[in-house]
């Protein structure tokens, strides 16, 4: 429009055409930030890698058991199609999850076959052992988006949390279940503030099932190794060798070790009872100051039978209050045990 044409409008229509015009700009400049063309969202892993997600994810295949168990606490289940092998064991996961297509595990292999067949918008596994860089490897090549995950104390947990809440699309669930582990973290965090190395007692955490070997498993920077000295003891596995996640060692070394407490981990009562009496027959066992003084406790990990709280995941929050209560009794007397497990097992689980 020429310049004398738009002098004979009245100002009411040269105001309006300046408004449109300017509208329209904006939507042009901005659009951009409204629609993704590609419809992906970009997140990094916890492998640090970027990775283009679905930003409107339906079928979701998950490998581990408790990243399954996430994406129920977060209100995701009816986006999972199909599932990890030990998926079918936990006691917190929904019948309704647990009862779809297993696909295979990272240790013996996945069924690439089946897992393409449920056509998934994105797959959620593990990263770092067994076949997990091949999985990963073969998913791509089907063009199927895959978030790698893993964790190593209980903040990297809740992170955990977060980005599921975004790769599934269920922000507001997730942020509700951070912020509980954040304010768990938190009440923990306290209990501890202030100790020094001489009111910490040294802790063995580990597991026994290569006891008749002459060997012990121990745990050292990995969730569970982290979590001693969390709530306020130290780890002396972590403490020697904080390179490694678990190694095992012989007995001279745990006789070196001494510790003030010996934890032992098992996934039901059914091998964690048998090994601790095996243990017990041995009578170099009876030399540790943690066996002499009565400081050797059982506790349950996993998620395989009820009452097993330290693992992956919302639980974890739980297994820091069952070890703070054997390392630092006095400062976690306050702490009701089960008024929290129900708290959490129905705020997030339907399970109370």
Do not use: H
């Amino acid at each position: 429009m020429s310049g004398k044409a738009l002098a004979k409008l009245p100002v009411i229509v040269i105001l309006l055409i300046i408004i449109l015009a300017a509208v329209g700009a904006a939507i042009l400049a901005f659009s951009p930030l409204i629609t993704n063309p590609s419809g992906n969202l970009t997140v990094v892993d916890m492998a640090g890698n970027t990775v283009q997600v679905p930003s409107d994810v339906k079928r979701v295949v998950i490998i581990n058991s408790y990243w399954a168990e996430i994406a129920c606490c977060i209100g995701a289940q009816d986006k999972i199609v199909g599932i990890g092998k030990d998926v079918t064991s936990s006691v917190y996961i929904p019948a309704q999850v647990k009862n779809l297509t297993v696909v295979g595990d990272l240790f013996n292999g996945i069924n690439m076959e089946t897992l393409v067949a449920l056509k998934p918008d994105l797959v959620i596994m593990d990263y770092g052992y067994g076949d997990a860089a091949q999985v990963v490897s073969q998913l791509q090549g089907f063009n199927i988006s895959v978030v790698e995950m893993s964790t190593g104390s209980f903040s990297t947990e809740i992170n955990a949390v977060k980005l599921l809440g975004k790769v599934l699309d269920e922000n507001n669930n997730a942020s509700q279940l951070a912020t509980y582990m954040q304010n768990g973290q938190a009440s923990i965090d306290n209990a501890v503030a202030g100790l020094n190395n001489t009111q910490k007692p040294t802790v063995l955490i580990c597991n026994l099932n290569v006891w008749s070997s002459g060997l012990i498993y121990t745990y050292s920077n990995s969730t569970w190794g982290n979590a001693v000295d969390e709530v306020g003891g130290i780890n002396v596995a972590l403490r020697d060798q904080p390179s490694q996640s678990w190694y095992k060692v012989n007995f001279e070394q745990l006789l070196a070790w001494n510790p003030d407490i010996i934890i032992v981990l098992g996934r039901d009562n059914a091998t964690l009872t048998p090994q601790l009496q095996l243990a017990s027959l041995n009578s170099s066992w009876s030399q540790l100051k943690a066996v002499s003084s009565g400081n050797v406790y059982p506790l349950l990990i996993g998620s395989k039978v009820p009452g097993a709280f330290l693992d992956d995941g919302p639980r974890t929050y739980i297994g820091l209050i069952e070890l703070g209560k054997i390392i630092q009794p006095s400062l976690y007397q306050s702490m009701d045990l089960n008024s929290s497990i129900n708290n959490l097992l129905t705020k997030f689980y339907n399970l109370g």
